[in-house]
């Protein structure tokens, strides 16, 4: 998205106007930043974060194209707003021609609010890795430059931290073929974008998406991570779902019921392997993230991927609380309460019959091969 690709309200120079009509040439339809990003039901995203009432905290990443970065966390449970922005550099209210030109210091960035009672920043964080090229030092795909280059701003010693092992964990399960080297910086600032930026992906679908396919960034992120899971992981119909689940199973998923504590099939699983949803197959958590919470029920720390699960509000009982449900199962799965250990101090509560336990050694026969590396 560097200077030679531009709102239609800026810059048209001919060689701008001739790439965007190059890249326009691309189908749209079948590129792996599906329209899963856009999701539809209640969050709390917010469209001014000053208003927002419950605990909000700050994830700041730089990974070449800003559109392409902001698009992926929009509509996400827990997200309270994506700005796109500039970050990391001396020089005060950077315009978009001086940062795209590499005239400044700063690199392209967006900037999140999230509710961490929702949402961890290690969450974020792992949406992050699966957007762009961690061993470019050069740039970002198409766009060339520092500007480019990728960097996560920490804004505290714990988020430092989380980086510092997820980096850890990615060089030992060798997702990539280079070292990653995504610097870690201590945060110092961040400009919004111009208006014309924000929401991109919203405002002018069609040379975003031909951008993310034409650049090189769709064919990447589908050679390194698992894509276009809508497609394969479904939600069969009622009557399906009625023969092949219990009763037990049935209901807690499409009702809303809750097993019986400590009475559960999960709650003291120890064996290594992933846990999926009992309705889609999508994958959810890993026994890597469980923990004995001491519930009665099976808990994790965080899911595999933030953007397979949705969290809606739950008012019933007289009380507030965050559901969690499998997005592509749309099924019931449990709660999410925020006193679970660190780094991410949530508690992920899950009912044993909205999941199905895949052992590590039947994971790769069963179709869950590219989810192995969770458990290294």
């Known amino acids: ?62 990974g070449g194209c800003f559109w392409c970065i902001e698009a992926p966390f929009e509509n996400i449970d827990g997200v309270i707003a994506v700005i796109s922005g500039y970050a990391g550099g001396k020089e005060k209210n950077p315009t978009y021609e001086q940062v795209s030109k590499g005239q400044t210091s700063h690199r392209e960035a967006v900037q999140i609010t999230f509710d961490p009672d929702v949402i961890s920043y290690s969450e974020l964080l792992d949406i992050f890795w699966q957007q762009f090229d961690p061993t470019d030092d050069g740039g970002s795909f198409y766009d060339r430059g520092f500007q480019y280059t990728s960097a996560i701003f920490y804004h505290d010693n714990s988020q430092r931290d989380v980086a510092k092992a997820s980096i850890q964990k990615l060089e030992k399960a060798k997702i990539f073929q280079r070292p990653i080297v995504t610097p870690l910086i201590k945060f110092s600032n961040f400009y919004p974008a111009e208006d014309y930026h924000q929401n991109y992906y919203q405002k002018n679908p069609s040379e975003y998406y031909a951008y993310r396919k034409g650049s090189g960034r769709d064919a990447f992120i589908a050679q390194h991570w698992p894509v276009k899971l809508e497609e394969k992981y479904k939600k069969p119909s009622d009557a399906e779902l009625k023969k092949r689940l219990t009763k037990l199973q049935y209901d807690v998923t499409m009702h809303e019921a809750t097993e019986r504590a400590f009475q559960n099939e999960y709650n003291g699983n120890k064996e290594q392997g992933i846990y999926v949803c009992i309705v889609s197959g999508a994958p959810l958590f890993s026994s890597e993230d469980k923990y004995e919470s001491y519930s009665g029920w099976p808990s994790f720390t965080k899911p595999i991927d933030a953007r397979l699960i949705d969290k809606p509000t739950d008012v019933s009982f007289g009380m507030t609380r965050v559901e969690v449900r499998s997005k592509l199962g749309n099924s019931h799965l449990g709660h999410v309460f925020n006193d679970g250990p660190q780094p991410t101090n949530l508690r992920y509560c899950m009912n044993s019959a909205a999941m199905r336990f895949i052992p590590k050694k039947d994971m790769e026969k069963e179709g869950y091969g590219a989810w192995l590396w969770v458990l290294d």
């Open 1 to 62: 998205m560097s200077g030679q690709i531009a709102s239609k309200n800026n810059m048209k120079s001919l060689s701008k106007i001739s790439l965007l009509a190059i890249l326009s040439l691309f189908s749209f339809g079948n590129s792996s930043c599906s329209k899963a990003e856009i999701k539809s039901g209640d969050s709390v995203k917010s469209n001014n974060p000053e208003e927002y009432s419950g605990k909000k905290a700050y994830a700041t990443f730089a």
